[in-house]
């Protein structure tokens, strides 16, 4: 039997909704807007709410990507890009250059993103104050407040109990001057690309349905003391075994044959592109 399914899977008062809740998202920058987190074919924390996110935006002539841990062919970005073909019949690209709407999980991609793309990140715990105020009602209190001091003492702890801040994802930022924002939890080295961006950023938490936004040229700034500013990831004296780049996120790999580890680029479409180049 031939399974018909409406455009982009949702039907199409869900896709209403959810776009609302993201006009209302970018037009308070940070804020956590409430949604009606629909069932999706995959489970609750792989991705539900940056799916519904593409799904309520996609159009026919968009053309998407889908990135997961940096890579477009992670078994999770295949089977969505899987399921957003076969419910739109929009053809996945590569190039991060080529997309106009970017899906991803836990990274930023390394070429700046340019006005009119969209960028959806997938966010697991949307609540950055949760690892200190359990209660919903609470924290809705403190960011109404502006009253962020139980943020600004888990960093100083983890100061004084390791000499450094040592978020190594997820350090929280103050969007706009205004309310603090958990940046999904791609790391630190992504965090200020989200300054100022030409292009709009859609952050999505299914499990706990909540949408926020970061529209284009937003001041961003990642949380820090003046005598210990911020520290993002670097790999001084370090270049991808593939492509040479440097100053570009990187994953540590061992080499088995040699007995010794190696770094290669994160971001695979960016080394592949690299790679091209230097060959063509």
């Known amino acids: 039997m031939q399974i018909q399914y409406n455009f982009a899977f949702l039907d199409e008062g869900s896709k209403r909704e959810i776009r609302r809740a993201t006009l209302k998202a970018i037009a308070i920058p940070g804020y956590q807007v409430?949604?009606?987190?629909?069932?999706?074919?995959?489970?609750?924390?792989?991705?539900?709410?940056?799916?519904?996110?593409?799904?309520?935006?996609?159009?026919?002539?968009?053309?998407?990507?889908?990135?997961?841990?940096?890579?477009?062919?992670?078994?999770?970005?295949?089977?969505?890009?899987?399921?957003?073909?076969?419910?739109?019949?929009?053809?996945?690209?590569?190039?991060?250059?080529?997309?106009?709407?970017?899906?991803?999980?836990?990274?930023?991609?390394?070429?700046?993103?340019?006005?009119?793309?969209?960028?959806?990140?997938?966010?697991?715990?949307?609540?950055?104050?949760?690892?200190?105020?359990?209660?919903?009602?609470?924290?809705?209190?403190?960011?109404?407040?502006?009253?962020?001091?139980?943020?600004?003492?888990?960093?100083?702890?983890?100061?004084?109990?390791?000499r450094s801040v040592s978020t190594g994802a997820d350090h929280p930022v103050f969007v706009h001057d205004r309310y603090v924002m958990a940046p999904s939890p791609i790391p630190k080295f992504d965090n200020p690309k989200m300054n100022s961006s030409e292009a709009l950023i859609l952050l999505g938490a299914g499990r706990e349905k909540k949408i926020y936004a970061v529209p284009p040229f937003t001041k961003v700034v990642s949380l820090a003391f003046e005598d210990v500013p911020f520290e993002p990831e670097s790999f001084p004296g370090k270049s991808c075994k593939q492509c040479g780049a440097q100053d570009v996120f990187m994953d540590e790999l061992y080499d088995t044959e040699e007995d010794a580890n190696y770094y290669q680029c994160n971001d695979t479409s960016y080394c592949l592109s690299r790679m091209n180049q230097q060959f063509s």
């Not at 990135?67 to 899987?82: F, L, P, R, W």
């Not at 990140?121 to 690892?131: A, C, G, I, K, Y």
């Open 34 to 162: 409430p949604f009606a987190s629909r069932e999706m074919p995959i489970g609750r924390g792989w991705g539900t709410g940056g799916l519904q996110l593409t799904l309520s935006l996609i159009g026919k002539l968009d053309r998407l990507k889908v990135i997961d841990q940096g890579s477009d062919e992670s078994v999770n970005a295949v089977s969505m890009k899987k399921l957003i073909n076969k419910t739109t019949g929009v053809i996945a690209v590569e190039e991060t250059s080529e997309a106009t709407l970017i899906q991803s999980r836990h990274r930023i991609p390394e070429i700046p993103l340019k006005t009119g793309q969209i960028l959806v990140l997938q966010v697991p715990m949307p609540e950055p104050l949760r690892m200190y105020e359990s209660s919903e009602l609470e924290t809705k209190r403190l960011h109404g407040e502006k009253e962020y001091s139980g943020a600004w003492l888990m960093l100083f702890e983890q100061i004084m109990k390791y």
